[in-house]
């Protein structure tokens, strides 16, 4: 678990202005960025900080691009204290060490850096906690949509090849459920 992507991402759990707007993406960053901070951060035990991030535009285009990031950010459901368009002295006052050529920059006071490792495994802990079952070593080989649900077949690595029907069924909610294994 935790072994790829998740493993080697920036581990920032992002405000949600960068999305856009009207697709899935900007929809659950927001829904996520949300459950964060009103549930996981309480109820999950796991390192976490709230970090103010930086867009920084170098000309007159890139400034209209922050302006652009600014009113993603409302549409997609950011509170205007969330969000600042800051002068070049505004910025450097938050961050001395920026390059002076700086003309502006977009501040968002709603992100929040994680550990992605320990977080991952935190959130597997919990999954196996409220009933989730945990099949390693299993190698994905096909899915395939019944219904309004999604079988998922696997090999397992350590039986040569021999298939196993694991019946996982992952259903619209994303909940999943293992009903057998033969
Ligand atoms: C450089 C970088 C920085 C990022 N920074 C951020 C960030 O700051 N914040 C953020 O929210 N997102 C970030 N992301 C995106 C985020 O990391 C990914 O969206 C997330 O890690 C995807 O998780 P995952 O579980 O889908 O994939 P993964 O973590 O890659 O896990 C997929 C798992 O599936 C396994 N697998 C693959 N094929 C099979 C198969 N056939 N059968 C069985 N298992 C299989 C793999 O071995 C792996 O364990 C970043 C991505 C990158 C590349």
């Not at 109820?43 to 991030?53: A, T």
């Not at 502006?104 to 919990?126: F, Q, R």
């Amino acid at each position: 678990m935790a072994q790829e992507t998740s493993a080697g991402n920036s581990g920032v759990i992002h405000g949600g202005f960068d999305p856009t707007p009207g697709t899935v993406n900007a929809r659950l960053n927001v829904l996520g960025r949300h459950l964060y901070e009103n549930e996981w951060f309480k109820e999950l035990n796991f390192p976490h900080r709230n970090r103010h991030s930086i867009v920084l535009a170098f000309n007159d285009v890139e400034k209209k691009e922050l302006h652009k990031l600014y009113d993603q950010g409302i549409t997609n459901g950011l509170k205007a204290d969330e969000l600042e368009i800051l002068s070049l002295e505004q910025c450097l006052a938050l961050e001395p060490n920026l390059n002076a050529t700086v003309v502006a920059g977009l501040l968002c006071t709603s992100s929040h850096s994680v550990d992605p490792v320990i977080l991952t495994n935190k959130l597997v802990e919990s999954a196996l906690v409220n009933g989730a079952k945990l099949f390693l070593g299993n190698r994905v080989t096909g899915i395939t949509k019944v219904g309004e649900e999604f079988c998922v077949e696997t090999i397992n690595h350590h039986s040569q090849g021999q298939i196993i029907e694991l019946d996982l069924l992952l259903t619209r909610r994303d909940t999943t459920r293992m009903l057998s294994q033969e």
